[in-house]
């Protein structure tokens, strides 16, 4: 069962982010502002990714790898080490790996909004202006902004460096501002800790140093009582736990349960609650008679922890479940009436959720999703509902 790291942890990082620095504790970042909301540059990584030969075409990959100009310039077959080349790049671009560029606005200087006409009659007014005007136009020469790069690596990789090396060079040569670059490594190999880039060539080289954090070095740190309801500590555990539990689905059921229940006990806001469920939803993925199973239980931990939100949301799953359960012997089809009842129920739990999480809902989109007819879409929709970063993407 293929694990859906890369959304997970894309998601994380655009809602989570001042959480995820709060836990990686690197000493020396710039300050925040607290009036700008950060932004993600997704488009112009893509870019970049594209610009570098590092968008994950096996067969381009292929042919850098191999010196060539893309086609073959010859009938005859590929030789052996054509063909170890090309399989070493589909092993590159089948790495599990998650690249986010966000911008962090900087806070203002005080003082550089105050009108310069209301000093002009004060003593040394001349002085005054000039340092004023001096002071922002230095500002405005320099980005209000500073730029997170970070990757999340979850299998060894060799090449990590110099290419973190790569993206980092050019993102400065855009951008001209404080370029931090972080690397995330998700593996579950102790050995595995790679190094900064430097070229062999001394002292005319170039280098990069980077913030390099590995998840199971967390984990000690996470369980700490200050991080307690941290956000980022759930998904790190999650992820993990899924890594840990590849051939023990049963383990992975007790663990995602585990999981829940401190999702309730830690004091998360509701909003968090049902946005985290979505994560470890796409982390801990279960296959069909074991989400069943894990639907009841959450079902009834829910009731418990009056939880009567997510206890809606789950109920489209329950009952799926148990017509999956009764499927041997029986019909799927359902009536007309149930299906409309059904249909109907969907729809109200897709509109609580956005309400839930975001506030009122316009007109507009509940008939649109009042318009909508098929269970698997809006389940799909309901998913999308709990997860999605704000209203304006859903």
């Known amino acids: ?43 112009e990584m893509q870019e970049l990714a594209r ?3 590092d968008d994950g075409d096996p067969e381009e990959a292929a042919n850098r790898a191999a010196g060539g100009a893309g086609v073959n310039q010859s009938d005859s077959p590929p030789c052996k080490e054509d063909r ?24 203002q200087p005080a003082g550089l909004g105050t009108d310069a006409a209301g000093s002009a009659g004060s003593a040394g007014s001349a002085a005054k202006l000039a340092a ?7 500002t405005a020469a320099r980005p209000a902004y500073w730029l997170a790069h970070i990757e999340v690596q979850t299998q060894r990789d060799s090449t990590l460096p110099r290419r973190l090396f790569d993206y980092h060079y050019h ?15 998700g593996d579950l190999s102790q050995s595995w800790r790679p190094g900064s880039f430097s070229s062999d060539i001394p002292p005319l080289g170039m280098g990069l140093g980077y913030v390099a954090i590995k998840l199971i070095d967390l984990e000690e740190k996470i369980e700490l009582p200050r991080f307690r309801g941290n956000p980022v500590a759930m998904v790190i555990r999650a992820h993990l736990a899924a890594l840990r539990t590849r051939r023990d689905l049963e383990a992975r059921l007790t663990q995602r349960l585990a999981l829940c229940r401190r999702l309730y006990e830690e004091g998360f806001s509701q909003k968090d609650v049902v946005f985290i469920h979505g994560l470890i939803d796409r982390l801990m993925i279960l296959p069909r008679p074991l989400m069943v199973r894990f639907r009841q239980e959450l079902f009834t931990l829910e009731k418990d922890k009056n939880m009567p939100y997510v206890d809606t949301l789950t109920r489209m799953s329950l009952q799926e479940g148990r017509k999956v359960g ?25 509109i609580e ?21 098929n269970l698997r879409t809006l389940k799909a929709q309901l998913r999308r509902a709990i997860t999605v970063p704000s209203l304006d993407q859903f």
């Open 171 to 185: 993102i400065e040569r855009r951008h001209r501002c404080r370029v931090i670059t972080f690397a995330i490594l």
């Open 326 to 350: 009764r499927k041997e012997g029986r019909t799927e089809g359902l009536t007309e009436g149930r299906q409309e009842g059904s249909l109907a129920q969907a729809r109200e739990s897709v």
């Open 84 to 107: 170890q080349v090309r399989r070493r790049a589909r092993r590159r671009s089948r790495r599990l790996r998650v690249d986010k560029l966000v911008r962090v606005p900087l806070p």
């Open 51 to 53: 610009a570098l030969g």
């Open 1 to 43: 069962m293929r694990i859906d790291f890369d959304s997970a942890w894309k998601d994380t990082m655009e809602v989570y982010f001042a959480a995820l620095l709060e836990l990686l504790d690197t000493p020396g970042l710039p300050t925040f502002s607290d009036h700008e909301p950060l932004s993600c540059l997704d488009q």
């Open 132 to 138: 004023r005007s001096a002071e922002k136009a230095t």
């Open 353 to 373: 959720a956005l309400e839930i999480r975001f506030g009122e809902v316009s007109a507009d989109l509940r008939e649109r999703i009042n318009a909508l007819d």
